[in-house]
C-alpha cells in the first residue's frame, strides 16, 4: 500500500529552494493518457506569465510508485495532477502542502467540484483541489459504422449489440478492429472503463464501506465473458494485451470501430483529430442499464516546495474563465459549477455526455486503491489480464478475490 510505498521518506530530507527569483520555473508532473487539455492551458500559462510550467507526462500505471521513490530521494516534483483516489494517502503520510488557508479565500471555493475537495480533505485539511473533473463514455467511429452497414447516428444500447457492431467492423479490412481497450496490466484503464459494466447492472466489485471484496458476481462473470469473446473472435488488436495505458487513446487512429474512454478524449479528438467522424453515449450495462467511473485529478504540491506562491498563481489561472474555457476546449468538465454553462458554450454538444455521465458515474470507496486496483501487479490489474486473456477463468476469479480481500485485511 501506499504508506510501505512513503516509509522511507521518514528519513529522506527534501532539497528546499530558498529565495526568489524573477521568474520561477514549476516542476509538474502529469499521468499520461490525461489528454491535451492539461498541456494546453500549461501552454495558455507559459505564454502569458513570467512564472513558467514544465509538465512531465508519466505513464498512468507507474505514477504513483514513481512519486513516491521521488519522494523518499528528494527529487520531488513541486506539484503533481494526482488521481484524485490517492490524495488522502499521501496526505495522511504528510508528504503535501496543506492549503487549507489559501482554498477557502478563492471566492468560487465553494463552487469547485465537491468530490475532488473530499478526496482532497485529511482531517479537515484541504491538500488537493480540482484539476480535471472526468467521466468515462463509450465512443463510436460513425465512419467505420457507415462503411461495415450500420447506422452510422445509433448509438449501441446494449453488449451484445457493441460485439454485433464489433464483428461487423473487423470484416473490413486486417488493420481495422470493432473494439479496443488497454488491457495489459493497466488497472487504472481497466476500472475507468470496464468497471462500468458492471455497475450499470447493479453489482460492485467491492462492499459500500470498502472492507468486503465483491469481484465474484454474476454480472462481473458476464463482462469478462463479453470481452473474452471479443478476444477470441479477434475483433480487438492484440496490442491490447500489452497496453499498459500508453496507447489508450488508440481510437485517434481512426482503425478503431468502438473505444470505451474518457470526456476528455471528445475534445482532444474534436481539436487534434477533426477527420474522425464519432459519437458518443452512455456505457452500457450488461444487464442493462448505463454507468460511468467519476473521477479525474487534483491539484497536490509536494510539502517542502520553495515555489509554493508560484503554484498558487498557476492554478489560480486554471481556475479562472479563460483558463477553464481552455481545458474544456481540449475536453476536461468544467472544475467551477458557478461558470460551468458559459465554459460550455459554443463547443461541441457532445461534451454534454460527459456531464450527463455524472449522474449515474460511481468511483470505488478505499484507502488502499493504489495497491487494490492501479499497481500493474495488483489483484485488480492481474485479474482483467487473466480473466480475460488467459486461459483459466475460475482460477483468475479465486486469486483476484482472495488477494483483494487479503489487501483490505491488512489495511484496516
Not at 180 to 200: A, H, K, R
Not at 249 to 270: D, E, M, P, R
Not at 385 to 391: L, R, S, T, Y
Request: proline share 4%; aromatic share 10%; hydrophobic share 40%.
Amino acid at each position: 500500500m501506499i504508506k510501505r510505498l512513503l516509509a522511507a521518506t521518514g528519513i529522506a530530507t527534501l532539497c528546499l529552494i530558498t529565495g526568489a527569483s524573477a521568474a520561477e520555473k514549476i516542476d509538474m508532473w502529469v499521468r499520461s493518457g490525461i489528454g491535451d487539455s492539461f498541456k494546453k492551458v500549461v501552454e495558455a500559462y507559459n505564454s502569458t506569465h513570467e512564472n513558467q510550467v514544465a509538465a512531465t507526462e508519466v505513464p498512468f500505471s507507474e505514477l504513483v510508485q514513481k512519486y513516491a521513490t521521488a519522494i523518499a530521494g528528494g527529487q520531488a516534483p513541486d506539484a503533481l495532477s494526482m488521481d484524485l483516489i490517492y490524495t488522502p494517502a499521501f496526505a495522511a503520510a504528510g508528504q503535501l502542502e496543506d492549503l487549507t488557508d489559501w482554498a477557502k479565500q478563492l471566492p468560487y471555493f465553494s463552487s469547485l467540484s465537491p468530490s475532488h475537495v473530499r478526496l482532497g480533505t485529511y482531517q479537515d485539511r484541504i491538500y488537493g483541489l480540482p484539476l480535471s473533473v472526468e467521466t468515462s463514455v463509450f465512443a463510436w467511429n460513425k465512419d467505420l459504422y457507415r462503411q461495415a452497414g450500420l447506422d452510422p447516428e445509433k448509438a449501441p444500447t446494449s453488449w451484445q449489440e457493441i460485439e454485433a457492431n464489433a464483428e461487423k467492423i473487423r470484416k473490413l479490412g486486417d488493420d481495422t478492429y470493432g473494439f479496443y481497450f488497454s488491457g495489459g496490466g493497466c488497472g487504472g484503464c481497466m476500472i475507468f472503463t470496464f468497471t462500468p459494466l458492471v455497475w450499470g447492472s447493479g453489482a460492485d466489485i467491492l462492499s459500500a464501506d470498502g472492507k468486503t471484496a465483491t469481484l465474484d458476481t454474476p454480472q462481473m462473470r458476464k463482462a469478462v465473458d463479453i470481452y473474452r469473446g471479443m478476444v477470441k473472435k479477434d475483433l480487438v488488436p492484440a496490442s491490447a494485451a500489452s497496453d499498459n495505458g500508453v496507447n489508450f487513446l488508440s481510437f485517434t487512429n481512426g482503425k478503431i470501430g468502438q473505444q470505451s474512454l474518457g470526456a476528455f478524449a471528445i475534445g482532444t479528438l474534436v481539436t487534434e483529430h477533426p477527420d474522425i467522424n464519432f459519437g458518443v453515449t452512455l456505457i452500457p450495462g450488461v444487464d442493462g442499464g448505463t454507468s460511468s467511473f467519476a473521477g479525474g485529478d487534483n491539484f497536490v504540491v509536494t510539502k517542502g516546495t520553495g515555489k509554493l506562491d508560484a503554484v498558487k498563481e498557476f492554478i489560480e489561472y486554471v481556475y479562472s474563465m479563460k483558463g477553464q474555457k481552455v481545458m474544456a476546449k481540449y475536453g476536461s468538465l468544467p472544475t467551477r459549477g458557478d461558470i460551468a454553462d458559459k465554459v460550455l458554450e459554443g463547443l461541441d454538444p457532445r461534451m454534454h455526455v460527459g456531464l450527463e455521465a455524472i449522474s449515474v458515474a460511481k468511483t470505488p470507496y478505499t484507502l488502499q486503491f493504489n495497491d487494490l486496483i492501479n499497481s500493474a501487479n495488483g489483484p485488480w490489474a492481474t485479474f482483467t489480464n487473466a480473466a480475460i486473456f488467459g486461459d483459466d477463468v475460475d482460477g483468475a476469479f479465486a486469486n483476484a478475490q482472495s488477494e483483494m480481500q487479503s489487501i483490505i485485511d491488512s489495511g484496516q
